[in-house]
């Protein structure tokens, strides 16, 4: 193990920007994470990269930078997602039809082009061992730009994630605050569908959010071991793929597989401190109300010794 240390550490010059844009994908990845599961878009999670990658493909058939196409379609996609899906049920479908909408166009602009597929690939599989300073500097950029507008709107979010319909009756835009989540998820996903590909960004996405909702009750404790635990799960990753296996195997193949090792037990063992947590609250909230009859017994018994009183 220490020489797998020692090699990584000689290998770290040419992996600087890998580790970079990787750390920066994971950290907006589960910030965006917690709150798609939160309200219930995990779906969308899945799909989105799907709708970016159409565009790519539509793109690169046309001869333009698939760039443009990528975010193109991923932001029309999360918008539409955000507008067309006010309750659970109608959005559900909604993202099944846009999802798969897309995939037949992305196939058929992948049969429909002639030229050297590997660019068309790289946007499946992504080329996160190939990252240039120009690809950090423009994730760092697009990071920025979602992570400043997600700390503005992260209370009213936060509120009407949690209870939308209170929510709403204070005045809070619970509708308008949801397309722009969404847009705000579809330039994540975009920025990251470049690096780590399609089928990585749903695993970063989900994977650590979910294990950290299952241990933190806290939204901020939650948010912040889902950080920690997708620049971990990255890191692990870049350094079996390179180090260990030497390039041999995928990236995201380790990073899915860390994810779902993670995910499994916490799962399986959450029920005994979730439930114990139950429990506790419900001998609180029993407490509080045994005070509470003591208390108007107490009222009571003090207001029949003063009507006592005045007879």
Known sequence: MLQAFQEFWLYFPLLQNTLLAGSIIAIVAALMGYFLIMRGLTFAGHALPYVGFA???GAVLLGIDPVFGLFAFTLAGGVGIGFLGKEAHARDITIGILMTFALGLGLMFFALYSGYA???????????????????????????????????MFRPL?????????????????????????ALVAIAVAMSIQIVGTLLVFTL???????????????????????FLGLLYT???IFLAVVLFNGTLPVSFFIATISFSVYLPIRLLSP??????????????QQVE??????????????????????
């Not at 790289?122 to 080329?127: D, K, Q």
């Not at 936060?158 to 969404?182: E, H, W």
């Not at 996405?205 to 950080?227: D, E, Q, S």
């Not at 003591?294 to 005045?310: D, P, Y």
């Open 55 to 57: 565009g790519a493909a």
């Open 235 to 237: 890191w692990l990753g």
């Open 158 to 182: 936060l509120f009407s994630t949690m209870d939308p319909i209170v929510a709403s009756s204070r005045g809070i835009p619970v509708y308008a605050l949801s397309i722009i989540f969404m």
């Open 118 to 152: 590997e660019l068309v690939y790289s946007y499946l599989f992504g080329t996160i061992l190939g990252i240039s300073q120009q690809d950090v500097l423009v994730t760092a950029v697009c990071s920025l730009i979602a992570v400043a507008a997600l700390i503005v």
């Open 272 to 285: 005994l401190w979730i439930g114990r947590g139950i429990r506790r609250q419900r001998n609180q909230e």
């Open 205 to 227: 996405l989900v994977g650590p959010a979910a294990t950290a909702i299952r241990i933190a009750n806290r939204p901020l404790w939650a948010i912040i071991l889902a950080v």
């Open 290 to 311: 045994i005070e509470f009859e003591h208390l108007k017994a107490r009222e009571c018994v003090a207001v029949e010794v003063k009507q006592e009183s005045f007879k």
